[in-house]
């Protein structure tokens, strides 16, 4: 194999899923071109892409934004334990 196949090998499989995003955005009546870099800019959300296709994109394409962490609840046990710690 050459260097062309190894990076060939290394690529993601398509995602069905952003094939019908694109598909999609091109419904609107947008470019290909224009779509794939909105998806891009917007990390794959259709939303977004959305509004920088009908809002203008950005100069830049933007830091991806963290995942929110759920954080665990707190919950008080004072109640199931006595005085004595037992």
């Keep these: ?17 952003t094939r019908s ?9 947008f470019p290909e071109d224009e779509v794939q870099r909105a998806l891009d800019y917007a990390y794959d959300n ?8 009908m ?4 100069a830049h394409r933007p830091a991806a934004r963290p995942v929110p962490v759920a954080h ?6 004072s109640a199931y334990y006595d005085a004595s710690g037992g």
């Design 55 to 58: 809002e203008g994109m950005p």
């Design 72 to 77: 665990p609840r707190t919950v008080d046990m």
């Design 46 to 53: 259709v939303e977004q892409a959305a509004t920088y296709l």
């Design 1 to 17: 194999r050459d260097a062309a196949d190894e990076i060939f090998l290394k690529l993601p499989a398509p995602n069905p899923a």
């Design 21 to 29: 995003n694109v598909e999609l955005l091109m419904a609107m009546g």
